[in-house]
């Protein structure tokens, strides 16, 4: 048998891309746009499941807006941004074709060496995403971002001089802009599927400490809550952020307090005893987590109900 046949193709070059896709070389080697819809791509071409060594943003004319977790809803019925960082796994070799992306732009990191952005687009959430958290985008939106693409392509494709990084590096910068702005009208537009999304959230976390999962399982991680809710850490804490201005890491934190609370003003459970319930393996690491949310130690806390 040959197992090697599902394993992901890797390509760390634009110009594997390129020839992948049947395409001319890249005008440039670190950073490349391809039009959908001046050279047309035939999805056989396309390989299945890929690893990228570089920054993929793509737009599709037709997304899906359902959601995994169960609910039906679309923020609008055409295309969506998709972004993916280097090393990630993209496609798969079981899923059917899809369409094929109108804009495809791709960024080697080495393009964005010595300018700020180089650091500053690791702390776009939006680039470790799943699918289904596509940006879906409005007629205006769209539009903002085509003339974005089209602005890249008339760089890349007019001329490359000593102006043109710094021109493509600016409207890359503008590009993450819009998209983290997007993204926040897309959670904010979605408040009927989030209130929902946070009484499931409410409701695991506390089945964790009901049911005692704590005491084999260690403290509920933002893994583990992402993964029961069917979507990607990044952004349940781009979604909390936006919603209840805390990230996943913080609201798990403040439902740990108030556990803690609980069990120190109604028990005599000791402070190790409580910490232990709670999932902590050293009972130091719930003291002081306690004591910087609080200010108090937990003796204090206790004390103060005493």
């Known amino acids: 048998m040959k197992k090697d046949d599902d394993s992901p193709q890797k390509m760390n070059s634009l110009t594997e891309v390129h020839r992948a896709f049947g395409l001319p070389k890249p005008a440039h080697p670190l950073v490349s746009l391809i039009n959908g ?8 071409k396309l390989p299945k499941a890929h690893v990228l060594g570089f920054y993929k943003v793509s737009y599709k004319p037709k997304v899906g807006g359902r959601l995994k977790y169960g609910q039906s809803y679309y923020d609008f019925d055409e295309g969506g941004l998709l972004f993916a960082s280097p090393g990630q796994i993209i496609g798969s070799n079981h899923n059917d074709a899809s369409v094929c992306s109108e804009y495809t732009l791709l960024i080697h990191p080495d393009f964005l060496l010595g300018y700020p952005l ?3 687009i690791r702390q776009h959430g939006f680039f470790s995403y799943a699918t289904n958290e596509t940006l879906h985008l409005s007629d205006e939106e769209k539009a903002i971002i085509m003339s974005i693409f089209s602005m890249i392509d008339t760089e890349l494709t007019s001329r ?3 102006f043109s990084q710094d021109v493509v590096v600016a409207q ?3 590009l993450m802009n819009y998209a983290s702005r997007f993204y926040k009208r897309q959670f904010l537009t979605r408040k009927a599927v989030s209130h929902t999304l946070l009484q499931t959230m409410e409701e695991l976390v506390d089945h964790y400490f009901t049911d005692e999962l704590a005491l084999n399982q260690g403290l509920p991680t933002v893994g583990y809550l992402a993964e029961q809710l069917n979507l990607s850490p990044n952004y349940l804490s781009d979604m909390l952020r936006s919603l209840i201005g805390q990230s996943a890491q913080q609201y798990i934190h403040e439902k740990l307090i108030e556990k ?3 069990k120190l003003s109604t028990t005599t459970l000791s402070v190790s005893e409580v910490a232990y319930a709670l999932g902590f393996e050293h009972s130091q690491s719930f003291s ?7 200010n108090l130690s937990p003796l204090a ?6």
């Open 160 to 162: 490359i001089d000593e």
């Open 172 to 174: 890359i910068e503008l």
């Open 37 to 44: 819809a001046v050279t047309p791509i035939d999805p056989d």
């Open 301 to 306: 806390f206790r004390r103060s109900f005493n």
């Open 118 to 120: 180089a650091k500053t």
């Open 260 to 262: 803690a609370k609980e």
């Open 288 to 294: 002081k987590l306690f004591k910087t949310k609080t």
